[in-house]
């Protein structure tokens, strides 16, 4: 099946610092990539959906200015945390689909941050 | 009302024990649905699609009622792997095609 790679798979930080996570599609093209978040014991929220080339559509009580998305080609989608705090430590996922049909989604493995 | 709601579990079973969870979707115009197991710290994994005439995957069967908004995951002769959490998830109509995931129910399945 398709492949979606994550880059860092965990990362620890100080606070006030900004961590940038990396999502690849391998082995296709993904117009739209998604990025989540799961606490312990809870389920994965989708915070934003990246589109190539245009402005991430951020859900509802999702800081935009703190969670920078950028989605600069097919293939690429990055997720900056800025100024992280500790209760920003969590299981950060992304996740893309083909651009044509109704298919699967293909997850990358997850970035798990700890601030300090 | 969550858009996703599951069993809250856990479910603790002896091995060979069948299992079903359930789960029910509050927007009517959603448009497909998906089982997904998550191991700890990993990534989910599609277990199956969900379709209205129901689906049988081995062990697993998968139900949709649309008329219900009723979902549901039968397992069969578990096995000490199938160990895991499983998400309910729906994927929202519209072009962007976001996924919204249940909380999720936790199944031990015991020696």
């Known amino acids: 099946g398709a492949v979606v790679s994550q880059h860092p798979s965990w990362v620890i930080c100080k606070s006030g610092t900004s961590v940038k996570i990396e999502c690849r599609s391998l082995?296709?093209?993904?117009?739209?990539m998604f990025w989540y978040r799961q606490f312990p014991k809870q389920s994965l929220m989708l915070m934003a959906t990246?589109?190539?080339?245009?402005?991430?559509?951020?859900e509802q009580g999702v800081e935009k200015d703190k969670f920078l998305i950028n989605h600069a080609s097919l293939t690429l989608s990055t997720l900056t945390v800025t100024s992280a705090h500790p209760e920003d430590s969590s299981f950060y996922i992304c996740?893309?689909?083909?651009?044509?049909?109704?298919?699967?989604?293909?997850f990358g493995q997850g970035t798990r941050l700890t601030v300090v | 009302r969550k858009e996703v709601e599951q069993d809250p579990g856990p479910f603790n079973v002896p091995e060979g024990a069948t299992v079903a969870f359930n789960c029910t979707y509050s927007?009517?115009?959603?448009?497909?649905f998906f089982w997904y197991r998550q191991d700890c710290r990993k990534e989910p994994k599609l277990l199956m699609s969900?379709?209205?005439s129901g689906n049988e995957d081995g062990r697993f069967t998968a139900q949709l009622n649309r008329a219900s908004q009723y979902i549901s995951l039968l397992i069969r002769d578990s096995k000490l792997s199938d160990s895991a959490t499983y998400l309910c998830?729906?994927?929202?109509?519209?072009?962007?095609?976001?996924?919204?995931f249940g909380s999720g129910t936790q199944l031990t399945v015991l020696p």
């Open positions: 082995d296709f093209q993904a117009t739209t």
């Open positions: 996740s893309a689909t083909y651009i044509r049909g109704d298919t699967e989604a293909f």
């Open positions: 998830v729906v994927r929202r109509a519209g072009s962007a095609r976001q996924l919204t």
């Open positions: 990246s589109n190539e080339g245009s402005k991430a559509t951020y």
């Open positions: 927007n009517s115009a959603s448009q497909s």
């Open positions: 969900v379709y209205s």
